[in-house]
């Protein structure tokens, strides 16, 4: 099951939601963010395969792929 889109929900609960799926895009969701000064939320993308665990098990099926 995916993520949902998290500035959506964000906007349902009243503050505003940004998105980001590049560093350019978190630095001005960032600076937009920071310049409400009021609740905010930034959704940022991340590339599951550069997540890093020290838990052996917790990409354990990956390797069955």
Not at 32 to 37: C, E, G, I
Request: no cysteine.
């Amino acid at each position: 099951m995916p993520n949902p889109p998290y500035d959506k929900l964000a906007e349902l609960w009243g503050v505003k939601g940004f998105r980001a799926g590049s560093i350019g895009e978190f630095e001005k969701a960032m600076a937009d963010a920071l310049a409400l000064k009021a609740p905010a939320i930034i959704d940022v993308a991340v590339d599951p395969d550069a997540l890093f665990s020290f838990r052996r098990d917790s990409f354990k099926h990956r390797a069955k792929s």
